[in-house]
């Protein structure tokens, strides 16, 4: 199967679709063309375009964590402008932050990378054991900024979960009515979930699945670990050995759980890590496990700018084959 060279200019998109970019948009069987338009924006720029590998830079954590947390440690951060061009000149595929940062800085860098508009955020300012977002925007506010898609959490085990689906079902069918993708962030978290619960092999699958169902054109989850945490879950996983010891079988086998490897499924960063070859580590996995990339924040903006455009250069060389 023909896979294009990666655009060696940042931003850069393919004149055609790739094979794989076409492959893939032949999954999407039931949107309309300005949705499949929107999905290869997605594909086709930035250091990976054509590859069917994806890195997003996210900056909603400002909102979910607080601005101290989020850009102290590099207080570029405090500046929206700082971020679109981090993405920018490292050669992301596209670019995910809530209302107000992107609205700051969208219209200054006009049509230069995708931008996917995060609808809903949630704070940590009441400690919820349950969370459920609050909408913050909406999908007029994404069209009207030039966005290709939309972005929404979900917190599959929280007891606000059904009322999450139900807002997440009205805001995908507005969106890809207007020719927009559908980004989901499905993240379980619940008071009847223990802490090693949230990243569980068997909790990441089931997240995975529901937010296929849910309609998402791209999915995001967390690394998986090795732990079970449905008793039911766990006697089939030992009936059948699914295969799920390293971190690559994991991987593959949250893939299988989004429609067989039929949706875009990509990992989550998270928190900043002391060593930069463990997240170097995870890419790899990530990528032997046929994932399609990975979203990457505070390990990416969380350091001087110099730094972050030589770690996200690396991650871009692992998905793309480059370096073993």
Not at 12 to 37: A, C, F, H, M, Q
Not at 214 to 219: K, T, W
Request: aromatic residues 8%; hydrophobic residues 40%; glycine residues 10%.
């Amino acid at each position: 199967m023909a896979v294009a060279t990666p655009a060696a200019t940042t931003g850069t998109r393919v004149g055609r679709n790739t094979d794989r970019v076409k492959e893939i948009l032949s999954w999407y069987e039931s949107d309309n063309p300005g949705t499949k338009t929107n999905i290869a924006r997605l594909l086709n720029t930035g250091r990976l375009a054509g590859t069917g590998k994806l890195v997003i830079l996210p900056v909603d954590q400002g909102f979910e964590h607080g601005p101290a947390r989020s850009f102290a440690v590099n207080p570029g951060g405090y500046d929206p402008n700082y971020h679109f061009e981090l993405a920018i000149e490292a050669g992301c595929n596209a670019y995910a932050a809530p209302l107000g940062f992107i609205e700051n800085a969208a219209a200054r860098h006009a049509g230069e990378i995708p931008l996917i508009l995060k609808l809903n955020s949630h704070d940590v300012l009441h400690d919820e054991k349950d969370p459920l977002s609050a909408v913050t925007s909406s999908v007029h506010d994404a069209l009207r900024l030039g966005c290709v898609a939309i972005g929404f959490t979900i917190y599959p085990g929280s007891v606000h979960a059904r009322e999450m689906y139900e807002q997440l079902r009205g805001l995908a069918e507005e969106a890809k009515s207007h020719g927009l993708a559908v980004v989901v962030w499905s993240y379980p978290r619940g008071s009847a979930m223990s802490k090693d619960g949230e990243t569980a092999i068997d909790v990441v699958a089931y997240a995975a699945h529901i937010a296929a169902q849910l309609g998402a054109h791209v999915i995001k989850v967390k690394l998986p670990s090795a732990h079970l945490e449905q008793v039911e879950a766990k006697k089939v996983y030992e009936k059948t050995a699914i295969p799920i010891t390293t971190q690559a079988e994991r991987v593959r086998h949250v893939i299988q759980s989004a429609f067989n490897g039929r949706r875009i499924l990509i990992f989550s960063g998270g928190a900043k890590k002391e060593s930069d070859e463990a997240v170097f580590d995870e890419a790899r996995a990530i990528r032997d496990g046929g994932g399609f990339g990975s979203i990457i924040g505070r390990n990416s903006f969380q350091r001087p700018k110099e730094h972050a455009l030589k770690f996200l250069d690396t991650i871009m060389k692992i998905y793309a084959g480059e370096i073993k």
